[in-house]
């Protein structure tokens, strides 16, 4: 797969203007990584955007003397800010949780599109929200669910194709739990047929009962809808009307 076919994949990439495609395809700088490489550390001055092409990141922060996982990145994911309409410096680390190549856009280099092209200010702006919008609300799960919904809500989160590329240790970092507590509702959702679990990864088998754990009606119906249990006839504000079958 082509360079240029790796960044359609990312969907950020893909709501960006046509020019703007084309100047962070041309000027950015792709990098290989092997497992454990740091692409910046938290704190860091040097701000811009990575576009992960293939493999895995880890975005770890501090708390206290603790470096706990905050979140990973995956091939179509964009993160990061810039320093150049504002904001401070690397609030995250990125490490390579296994080989990996992405496309970085350094602050200078997003100046020099940002001058012949302003829509690019607009995209960042719009990365930037994104991400603040999955901090906040992954925050409000977590102190709003229980164990269980816990971590049933980041399965959801993380999953791609029904599936969860992370250890038990990973995921009860991400639930603010102890691997102990994780692996005993792992072993619950798997005896109830919501999850398997496999090696470093997580399969996910039932959304809908995961979506339920989680607060998500509107999971729960999307989950009904994809497997044909039903289908939604309309909607209003504070109902949802749903028919059987097909």
């Known amino acids: 797969m082509t360079i240029a076919e790796q960044l359609r994949q990312c969907r950020w990439f893909g709501r960006c203007d046509p020019a703007v495609q084309q100047a962070i395809a041309a000027d950015g ?3 290989t990584l092997a497992r454990g490489q740091w692409i910046y550390g938290e704190g860091d001055m040097a701000t811009g955007i990575v576009i992960v092409l293939d493999g895995m990141l880890r975005l770890e922060a501090a708390a206290g003397e603790k470096t706990v996982l905050v979140g990973i990145a995956r091939a179509g994911d964009a993160f ?12 995250v680390t990125a490490i390579a949780s296994r080989p990996s190549r992405v496309l970085t856009i350094s602050d200078t ?3 020099r599109i940002g001058h012949r092209l302003p829509a690019l200010w607009k995209a960042t702006s719009e990365l930037v929200y994104g991400q603040l919008d999955a901090s906040v609300h992954g925050l409000a799960q977590m102190l709003s669910l229980r164990p269980r919904g816990r971590i049933a809500a980041r399965l959801l989160t993380f999953a791609r194709d029904a599936e969860v590329p992370l250890n038990q240790s990973d995921l009860a970092e991400l639930c603010g739990l102890s691997r102990k507590v994780v692996s005993a ?35 729960v119906v999307k989950a009904m809808e994809r497997s044909g249990i039903a289908h939604r006839v309309s909607a209003s504000d504070d109902s949802i009307l749903l028919a059987a079958g097909p």
């Open 80 to 91: 990061g800010q810039s320093r150049q309409m504002g904001g401070g410096p690397r609030i």
């Open 185 to 219: 509702h792992l072993a619950a959702l798997e005896q109830a047929g919501a999850i398997r679990r496999g090696y470093r990864t997580i399969h996910l088998r039932d959304m809908a009962r995961l979506s339920c754990l989680a607060g998500d009606a509107d999971g």
């Open 109 to 111: 280099m997003l100046d």
């Open 29 to 31: 700088r792709l990098a």
